[in-house]
């Protein structure tokens, strides 16, 4: 029983890393809590190494995973290192000064490198979209995601959505030329 709180709260710790991480690798607040949730569901996707923290499932609103959205709520080990407001999500001092602590901890570690580079990567491309573009792409990329979404229709079936999300898409240097044909032609 002490061994299975032990590894969940070393679980526990590693997604408040993971998420601190995701909020310090850019100096700016992170959108919402959807892209907080999408953005670390790309993450698992690209990394499979991390998936086994968040356990998403499908949900009314795409991926969705309740580990992440209850550290969001009540982060366990690190509770104010991080704020939700109009803006966005942020660190806090505390935060920054966290941040800093883990960049140092895992400084001779090649995957959190990897891991550091692949958060800033998903930072830059999708901070730029808006809640329905994430959503959107995110179904397209991944179409399981949308198996018991409540927004999938209004976004995927009526057409000049579709078009409209592509033409930002593509306006934002977030999909190619072929992809965003392809987008089109659903």
């Keep these: 029983m002490k061994e299975d709180l032990d590894l969940y709260e070393e679980d526990q710790e590693k997604v408040e890393e993971i998420l601190i991480s995701l909020l310090g690798v850019v100096d700016r607040p992170l959108p919402s809590l959807t892209h907080a ?102 179904y397209f990329t991944y179409p399981e995601c949308g198996k018991y979404s409540n927004v999938y229709e209004s976004l995927i079936e009526d057409k000049q959505k579709r078009k409209n999300l592509t033409n930002n898409l593509y306006r934002k240097g977030i999909i190619t030329e072929r992809r965003y044909e392809e987008l089109l032609a659903i």
């Design 37 to 138: 949730e999408k953005e670390i569901f790309i993450l698992c996707k690209s990394n499979p190494e991390i998936q086994k923290y968040f356990e998403f499932e499908e949900h009314y609103y795409g991926a969705y995973s309740q580990v992440l959205e209850e550290t969001l709520d009540e982060p366990l080990f690190y509770e104010d290192a991080f704020q939700i407001e109009k803006d966005g999500i942020h660190l806090t001092r505390q935060g920054k000064k966290l941040y800093t602590e883990i960049l140092d901890k895992y400084k001779d570690n090649e995957e959190f490198k990897v891991l550091l580079i692949a958060l800033k990567l998903i930072r830059e491309v999708y901070d730029k979209l808006s809640t329905e573009e994430l959503i959107f792409l995110l």
